[in-house]
């Protein structure tokens, strides 16, 4: 830009009428909707991941790159540790692994406690 478009175009951005104060219409809570309740059981049928952690391991690439069929990777908690069960990738407690018919399970052990937010868990 030239001297005399810049010395224009700060003019036109200095000029009163370009910037003009916004404004915005009250907010207004719906009457009644401050009273309203909502059951607990909406959340019912909501479906959660949950996930056992039974450790973890570091490794380089190249190492994982070698693994084959059979091979055991350790993991850094030891054998018999509690594994620390995950909702929705959210810390919730820790359990036993158990064995149910061929398949694995967690005994629950511990469930964190967390602290409740006011106005969240109330009916």
Same mark, same amino acid.
């Given at each position: 830009? %030239?001297?005399?478009?810049? #010395?224009?175009? *700060?003019? #036109?951005?200095?000029?009163?009428? $370009?910037?003009?104060?916004?404004? /915005?219409? *009250? ?5 009644? @909707?401050?009273? &309203? %309740?909502?059951?607990?059981? /909406?959340?019912?049928?909501l479906q959660v991941v949950i996930t056992a952690e039974l450790g973890q391991a570091t490794m380089k690439i190249k190492d994982i790159l070698k693994l084959g069929e059979g091979a055991? =990777?350790? *993991? ?7 594994? @620390? ?8 407690? $820790? ?5 149910? !018919? !061929?398949?694995? !399970? =967690? #005994? &629950?052990?511990? =469930?964190?406690? $967390?602290? #409740? %937010?006011? !106005? =969240?868990?109330?009916?």
């Amino acid at each position: 830009m %030239k001297q005399d478009e810049i #010395r224009d175009f *700060l003019k #036109r951005m200095s000029a009163p009428d $370009t910037v003009k104060k916004v404004e /915005f219409p *009250l907010f207004e809570v719906p009457p009644g @909707r401050d009273k &309203m %309740k909502v059951s607990i059981n /909406f959340i019912d049928d909501l479906q959660v991941v949950i996930t056992a952690e039974l450790g973890q391991a570091t490794m380089k690439i190249k190492d994982i790159l070698k693994l084959g069929e059979g091979a055991v =990777i350790e *993991l850094e908690q030891p054998a018999g540790e509690n594994a @620390r069960v995950l909702v929705n990738d959210q810390k919730f407690g $820790t359990g036993e692994v158990v064995v149910i !018919g !061929g398949n694995f !399970g =967690i #005994r &629950m052990d511990s =469930i964190y406690q $967390t602290e #409740r %937010k006011e !106005g =969240i868990g109330k009916v």
